[in-house]
């Protein structure tokens, strides 16, 4: 059964229709890659499904409950946790408060600040420095780790790679194939394909607000994704 | 009364004003609310004081533990059912709405308690001194709310720095929507953060009306130097309200030494020419506002 079932959303970014009708699934344990251009509305997808922007029509269930236009700190509470697009760091928290405010629901589950430390060790030895005094690079593992900290079944994954040099990039995606092993359930929303269709088991492309294509990466096509990505 | 001694009453007298600015600059560090009505809620407090100390025959100073609850619950209450409606829409609605709990708590006190001045009496401490030699004295009573100033300061710094409210509090003022996102529920965050405004607040009002006396009107003088001590000190920064309380309170004795009716206004001068020199205030904090 699907962990994630989104039917026939639709939802505005301000007074601008970003999504129409878009339905997408994710299965526990898989890594579902949204990936399309600029404005195609996947960024307004993610932050409807973290509850940030209402459900204008259609379903969101989790867990087979329909939980679309509930709080976002109540879907946190259900284990739903966005990692946001450019990091967004607390700046007057320093490393280990933006990790604990990631764990502010107390939501039990295997992450803690120890593992964390131990998956990223240097947001271990900068622990008292200000967030936002890392580097880009370390601010994303900082926000993964903000992200994990709240113990996630879904982890919605915005533009990791974002501003991001492509070695770093590269170790990002390691890390977010070990969180896949955990079983922990990814979607991850990337401009950027190469990186991402390597960790994905399946790809949604969004094209307009509208799902241009969906498979296996396997079985798809770089013409057919090129297609569906920028429109041919 | 000599110069020296003019300054001393004047640093007593900001330990007063801290207790006065620091809610109000709490609840516009973390939401960005003005409240207009900070003032009125002081007197409020005390009124409920006077209330409290006639019913039960209670000292005011024990009173404080009835109505300090009290106005935390309102705080609460006022802002789950009213404020929290405004959020998002700019600073002007909730600057309306504020200002309207003003007019309503000024006229509520008006038609219950009348235009009578009031004053909380608890038994002595208000007058008794302690001479310090020289010629010079400090009122028990300054004393202990100068101290009582700094307790609350480095509680509330303890709170903020510690806890995990406080990071909620932090990092919901850096950025509300990714605190949100964090599993920050802002609604009842806001509404704590109101709750303990006013039971600061609370506290002040009872002090002041130890003090001297207050009537139902007295509530606006009270916001003006709140802001006054906020705005000189530095948003944010909560030492910075407590040396913005002592700069206006030596400026008010200060002045008022050189004419007694001069006090307010110097204590207006000071803030316009901090105003001037320094617009974000002696100890702004890295903070972006916005």
């Known amino acids: 059964m699907s962990l994630l079932a989104v039917r026939d959303l639709s ?50 269930r989790f867990g087979g409950e329909s939980v679309g236009g509930r709080p976002p700190h109540a879907l946190v509470d ?29 939501r039990a589950g295997p992450w803690t600040l120890e593992r964390v430390y131990r998956l990223f060790p240097i947001l271990g030895e900068r622990r008292d420095q200000p967030g936002t005094n890392l580097s880009g690079g370390e601010q994303q593992m900082l926000a993964i780790g903000r992200g994990l900290m709240a113990n996630p079944r879904l982890l919605l994954v915005d533009e990791i790679s974002l501003g991001l040099a492509p070695v770093i990039v590269k170790q990002l995606y390691e890390v977010l194939a070990g969180i896949r092993r955990e079983g922990t359930t990814l979607l991850v929303v990337e401009q950027d394909v190469s990186q991402v269709l390597t960790v994905a088991d399946h790809v949604y492309c969004f094209r307009k607000g509208t799902v241009s294509l969906a498979g296996a990466p396997s079985r798809l096509s770089r013409a057919e994704i090129s297609a569906a990505y920028f429109g041919a | ?44 407090a005390a009124f409920l004081a006077v209330v409290a100390v006639r019913a039960l025959d209670l000292n005011p100073l024990l009173a404080l533990l009835l109505v300090v609850p009290v106005m935390a619950a309102v705080g609460y209450g006022l802002q789950r059912l009213v404020l929290n409606r405004l959020l998002g829409r700019g600073i002007l609605p909730a600057v309306l709405v504020t200002f309207g709990f003003s007019v309503i708590i000024q006229n ?62 932090r990092a919901t003022s850096d950025d509300g929507e990714t605190a949100e996102l964090m599993g920050i529920d802002n609604r009842r965050l806001y509404g704590l953060a109101m709750g303990l405004s006013l039971a600061v607040v609370a506290i002040a009002g009872i002090v002041l009306g130890i003090r001297t006396t207050f009537t139902f009107a007295s509530g606006p003088d009270r916001l003006l130097f709140a802001f006054e001590a906020v705005i000189i000190g530095g948003l944010g920064s909560l030492w910075g309200t407590l040396v913005g309380g002592v700069i206006l309170g030596v400026a008010q004795t200060v002045g008022a030494k050189l004419s007694p009716g001069w006090g307010v206004l110097t204590g207006h001068l000071v803030f316009l020419t901090v105003l001037l020199l320094r617009p974000s205030g002696l100890f702004t904090t890295s903070r972006r506002v916005d």
Do not use: C
């Open chain 1, 11 to 60: 939802a505005f970014y301000g007074d601008f229709q970003a999504l129409f009708g878009v339905s997408l699934e994710a299965t526990e344990g898989e890594t579902v890659a949204v990936i399309g251009a600029n404005g195609a509305g996947k960024t307004t997808f993610l932050r409807t499904v973290a509850g940030a922007q209402p459900v204008a029509r259609g379903a969101v």
């Open chain 1, 78 to 106: 259900l284990g739903i946790v966005l990692v946001p697009e450019g990091r967004k760091i607390f700046p007057s928290l320093s490393v280990r408060e933006n990790l604990q405010i990631g764990a502010f629901r107390r």
């Open chain 2, 1 to 44: 009364m000599g110069w020296l001694d003019a300054v001393v009453q004047g640093i007593l007298l900001g330990g007063l004003y801290a207790l006065f600015a620091t809610g109000l600059s709490l609840i516009f560090g973390v939401m960005r609310l003005v409240n207009l009505a900070h003032g009125d809620f002081s007197i409020l």
């Open chain 2, 108 to 169: 509520g006190l008006l038609q219950t308690f009348s235009a009578d001045s009031q004053r909380l009496n608890p038994g002595g401490i208000e007058t008794a001194s302690l001479a310090l030699g020289g010629g010079l004295a400090v009122g028990w009573f300054s004393l202990l709310t100068f101290a009582l100033a700094v307790v609350l300061l480095v509680a509330l710094q303890l709170l903020i720095g510690r806890t995990a409210i406080g990071r909620a509090f």
